[in-house]
Structure formats: structure tokens, C-alpha cells
């Protein structure tokens, strides 16, 4: 079963407005999770690493007052998408590592953003 | 940036036949990993092969490494419709806070 939950899964919204996406780990606890973006048929491109009690890591080119991100408990990060616009649709993709009983990354089902 | 690189881009084989898919990486690894995703959805974790290993298995699932020539495959013996997805490498290097990186994916289908 999933280990990991996003939601929502898809959401539309007008432009200038602001979008929040959960990610939460299900039955075990996350002190780091990633956020990441996919445009259609392409690769996962890594946004920012969200670390649980303290500012999260923005990759390259990644506007952090955009995006921001708030890692408030060992099971729960958020993305927050400010005044999106169109190029912002996009499907954000969280995961969360898991080091026992294996070393592995779990992934959220995505969400899948529409902005008019 | 992108890490790995798969190839082929796209597969398409008929059902029961085998596919072999390809990676290539640029930089020192501590692992590679492949991930799975069917169309609109989230990934799912198949198989990690540590940089000190040359081939896994599970399931039908065998992975190879060769960390020589920065390069690694994914062979899905007795294909399935159902294994019909696109599929990625990714590679987390040495560094002490490395994370995982994506290749561009390759697109298989299996025709029942």
C-alpha cells in the first residue's frame, strides 16, 4: 500500500492565486522529504530537499519565495505554489527516504496543477 | 542536471519477449536506482544496485552495474502488458548530502 500521500492529486486554479500541496509519510517518520517537478514526458527535476525544523534546500533556479516550503512535522511537508501562473502547471511529485528496512525512496502519487 | 541517461528513449516489444533497457552516468555513484511510473502517477521503487555490486536480481528484474564504463541495465525477462510504462534511472552520487538524480526516462510498451 502507499507509504506516501499527496494531496491534492490535481487542482485547477486562476492565475495570481496560491496552491498548497501536502506530502505526508504514512506510517513512518521523515525528517527530509524532496519536491519535485515533471513536465509531460519528461525526467523529475529535483525543486528543493524540506527538512523537518529548519529552512528547506532550493536547487539551482528554484525561486524559494515561489515555491515555499514548510516541513512542519516528521510526517507532514508542504508546497506552496504563490501567484501561479500559467507555466507553473505542472506535476509536483514529493517522496520521502525510508532507511529501514531498506534504503529506498517513496514517492507520492503526485499532483497534477492546472493554472489558467 | 540530469545524472543518468537512458537508452533507449522508447521500446516497444510484444508480450513474452524480454527488454533491456540502458543507463549511462557521468559522475562517481554511491548507487543507481530504477524507478517505474505508469502514465500520470507517482514512481515506484523496482530495484537498487549498490556502486560495489554487479548484478541483481528480483523477480524478473535483473540489474546490472558496470561502474567502469558508468553504465547500468534493467532487463525485464517474460514482459507484460502490464509492464507497460516508462521507466527511470537514477543515481545518487558520494557526496555527503547527494541526492537522487533522474534520467530522462524510457517509455515501454508491451503488446499483448
Known amino acids: ?116 | 542536471s540530469q545524472q543518468g541517461e537512458e537508452d533507449p528513449q522508447a521500446l516497444s516489444i510484444q508480450e513474452g519477449e524480454n527488454a533491456t533497457m540502458n543507463c549511462s552516468y557521468k559522475t562517481s555513484i554511491n548507487n543507481l536506482q530504477w524507478y517505474r511510473q505508469n502514465s500520470g502517477r507517482g514512481l515506484v521503487h523496482l530495484i537498487l544496485i549498490r556502486s560495489n555490486e554487479r548484478e541483481k536480481h528480483s523477480g524478473r528484474l535483473r540489474v546490472t552495474l558496470d561502474t567502469s564504463k558508468k553504465s547500468s541495465s534493467l532487463l525485464i525477462t517474460a514482459s507484460r502488458a502490464a509492464d507497460t510504462a516508462s521507466y527511470f534511472c537514477a543515481t545518487v552520487g558520494t557526496g555527503a548530502n547527494s541526492k537522487l538524480t533522474f534520467g530522462k526516462g524510457i517509455t515501454l510498451s508491451v503488446r499483448p
Open chain 1, 1 to 116: 500500500g502507499a507509504v506516501v500521500s499527496q494531496h491534492p492529486s490535481r487542482v485547477i486554479c486562476k492565475s495570481g492565486t496560491s496552491v498548497k500541496i501536502e506530502c505526508r509519510s504514512l506510517d513512518f517518520q521523515a525528517t527530509t522529504m524532496f519536491w519535485y517537478r515533471q513536465f509531460p514526458k519528461q525526467s523529475l527535476m529535483l525543486m528543493a530537499t524540506s527538512n523537518e525544523g529548519s529552512k528547506a534546500t532550493y536547487e539551482q533556479g528554484v525561486e524559494k519565495d515561489k515555491f515555499l516550503i514548510n516541513h512542519a512535522s516528521l510526517t507532514l511537508s508542504t508546497l506552496t505554489v504563490t501567484s501561479a501562473h500559467p507555466e507553473d502547471s505542472s506535476f509536483y511529485i514529493c517522496s520521502a527516504p525510508r532507511l529501514a528496512p531498506r534504503e529506498t525512496q517513496y514517492f507520492g502519487p503526485g499532483t497534477r496543477l492546472l493554472v489558467l
